[in-house]
Every structure is written in C-alpha cells, then in structure tokens.
C-alpha cells in the first residue's frame, strides 16, 4: 500500500510554528471524557479584570466606571478593550527567527512555491492605518447591505465571514441575520421582534415564577369568583380549598411543588456555572450592578431553555456558547434592542444549538449525530488533508481526540481563545451557508495543521499538554487555512 503524500502546501513553513515556553497547566486525560454532567472545560489562567465597552443601559447605571474609550463611535468605530496582556491575534509563530508570516492580506500575488514569507522588520513596519481602513471600509459594505429593504443574505455572508468590525451596532444585527432571527426583509422586523419579545416574556412568567406566587395568584383569582366569600376569607385559602397538586409535599408529577424541587438541582448548576462565566471580564463578573444584572439574565435564559427542553435540560458549558450572544446584542448602542437584548439572546441561542444540540444529550453519544461520530469526522478530515500527522497523532503517539476535540467542538472554541477572537471567529462560523459545524471542523483541522512540526516531534503527553493549552495564533491567518481545507480536494 502507498503511503499518501503529504501536500506540498502543507510541507510550506507557512503552517510552521516555534515551541513556547512549557505550559503550567497540568495535562489532563480524564476517562469521564463524555460524562455530560461533569466540567468539559479546564478554567483558563485568570488575568488581571478586563473593562469590555459597556452597553448604553449599564453606562446609566454606572457612570463612575464610565471610561471615554468605550463610547460607541459610528464614524471611527473602535475595537473592544478585550484583551489579554499579549493578545492572542498579534502573535505569530515560525521556525525561523528571520521570517515571518504575513498574517492578512492573503493573494495569489503573496504565494511564491507555496511560501508566503517576508521580513520581521516588513511586518513591524506596517501602518495600524491600514487596518483600520480595511475595517472602515467593510463597515461601509455592511451598513450599505443592511440599509436594503429586503438583504441579500449571500452578500451579507460574504463579507461577515471576512470578520465584522466593531461599533455601531453591527456585529448584533448581523447575528440576528445569520441565526435567522430577523428576516432578510427589514419590513417585517418590528412586528416579529415584537411578537418574540412578548413570547419570551410569557415564558418567564410561567416558567420562572415561585409555587407561592403561583398559589398566591390561584387564591386571588379564586376569592375575586367567589362573591359570596366572607372578608377574612380573602387571606388565605382554606385546608379544603388547597388541592393536592397544590400542596408542597406533593409527589404527583403534575404538582408545581414536585416540578420546582426536581428543577432545583438544575438550577443550582445554572447559578454555578453563571457565576464563573468569563471571570475575566467585568461584564460578567463581580459584584457591580452591571455584572450582577447580566449574570441575571444569563441565569433566565438557560432556566428557560431547560425547562422548554426536557429532553435536554441544561448541560455544563452552555453558559459559554450563551455569553458571546449576549454580550454583543447587550452591547449594542441601540437603547432598545440593548434594553431586549435578553429575549434576543434566548431565540438566538435556541437557534444556535438547534445545529449541535445532538453534542449535549449523552444518550447520542454513540450516534450518527452524536459528538463521537463529529470528532470521527474530524479525525478523518486531519486524515485527507495530513496523514502523516493525522498518523503520528492516533497511530505512533495514540493521542485520542476525543481528549482535545471534545471541548474544541462542543464549546465552539470559546475555550481555547481570548474573547475577542471568539467573536472574530463566530463571524465565519455563523456565516457559513452550510452550517457553523462544517465550518467549525475545518477550523480545528486547521489548528493541528498550523502546529504540525510541533506535533510531529512531540510524544503523547507534550501533544496532549500542547493541544489543551492551544498557543497563541493569528486569527485571520488560522482562518484562511480553513477556508483553504474547503476547497482542497481529498488525496
């Protein structure tokens, strides 16, 4: 049997990248791999609280930590202060201490023999103008596309899956477009968020709301017909009026009481996993107003969801696919939609998971639609395009990837970068008219191809350390790889 050849792209020190420093993170290979109620996420290293841009409701209830930087500009919009101390999207790794990748800009004009290589002091040396032209520029395109009575979604993605700059709304309105919660027709916008807003509500009054207040409403509604009943009826309920559904100690299963001791677990969980969302942004953590009343509404809406969706229920890690939701449509400098922006980030999610919903329910696991069969799928994807490192990972090193792939897939990524590449990196997940997780599989092939050399001269536990502790990489750069993986045919 022949071995396969390895691309000749693929031997290109474009995918090649320099060892770091050893990670103090310790490797971790738990068995329990797939159990669905354990943590399937390892907490990040915490740096020092970082302000996002706050939205235009928090900044009236926190003024004095107001900073001018973060108001929403329209004509120079301005990219969120989420950063780490070395952010992640200005690194570029290579073998060779005198070249370096260009990390944009990619052209047929830049590729000479598979080689797309210049000078550190070319890079060093280009204009930050540049950037935000480019950025300035796209706005133009999205805002003109946006201002259209009915969009052209085709155009709308091909320009979104480039990345959505920052300010003026855009990102939040452009989701919405790309989950199908607004209509490509802008006519019909007012009415529908209006009808979903409502609907949302209605959902929390009837699933968020205490047994006693319901048993407080059935009395009032009782007395009001009964205009017979005596004045100090009015109080209470008598013993005979209190139905056995009705009672705390109840075990039927249509007893509100019973329902809300058996939701109480779950929601316990929820309030957790809440808690310790992104404890590195302000917006979500700590003890302020803002942070206080976000964690609220992340709170809402994965109650909400559970509850629709017994079938589901709730499911550790949901709470960070839902915070990037939420922190754009909060952000949003439109009062209104940032005042809604919890109904919004609920049908949005819903929405979302709707394609990887099969990944959270542990009773798929083994299915065709289930996580095992999409990291399968990625295994073989590593295989067509790299067999020679798809071979070193599973065959001579037997580096499972299900021991990485698991929370790279199931988490959509948030793990593994600072939160404004996240962002950077849903906007080509979410446009993709084939659905985010074809997408999403491209994009973790492309991570093990851009590491490679390094891969290749590592044994189970280097790989496995260096896989869950993914280096910091040029976003753009590791994006255009996977959009390279689409178009290049199988050997």
Known sequence: MVKKKVPDWLNSSLWSTTPSASSSTTTTTDTNIFDHHSPTTASPPIESPINPPLPPAAIRDEQQQQLPRHHHNHHHPQKPEIKDKLSKSSIVDDDDNNNSIINNNYSDDNIINNKIIVTNNDIRNVDDDESSAEDISKQALLLTELSKKVINMGELRRIASQGIPDGAGIRSTVWKLLLGYLAPDRSLWSSELAKKRSQYKHFKEELLMNPSEIARR?????????????????????????????????????????QFFQDSEIIEQIDRDVKRTHPDLHFFSGDSYLAKSNQEALRNILTVFAKLNPGIRYVQGMNEILAPLFYIFKNDPDEEMAACAEADTFFCFVELLSGFRDHFCQQLDNSVVGIRSTITRLSQLLKEHDEELWRHLEITTKVNPQFYAFRWITLLLTQEFNFADSLHIWDTLLSDPEGPQETLLRVCCAMLILIRRRLLAGDFTSILKLLQNYPPTNISHMLYVANKLRGQPSR
């Open 218 to 258: 059935l009395e009032k509604t009782t007395v009001l017909n009964n205009d017979n009943g005596k004045s100090e009826s009015r109080c209470v309920l008598s013993r005979s009026e209190i139905t056995h559904g009705e009672h705390p100690l109840s075990l039927g299963k249509s007893s509100v009481w019973n």
